[in-house]
């Protein structure tokens, strides 16, 4: 399944434990903008809840932090 990296993020955070409040604090975005892109993974991932996304996120293969590739090559 693929992740935008800003889903990527949220769903680190999670991980992590932390709460919607404090990822979208810790990424700078509103927490209602994490809970859009939960719900976008929800979706994807046909789970109802928080609980079972994180649950089918750790027996996925999800990996993350993401190589970062360079943007400027001078």
Known sequence: ???????????????????????????????RTVEFYLKRIRNRTKTRNKKELLEWIRKSDFKYPFKKTPTNLH
């Open 1 to 31: 399944m693929y992740l935008t990296e800003q889903e990527a993020r949220c769903i680190h955070h999670l991980l992590k434990n932390c709460t919607i409040k404090e990822t979208g604090s810790l990424l700078q975005l509103s927490h």
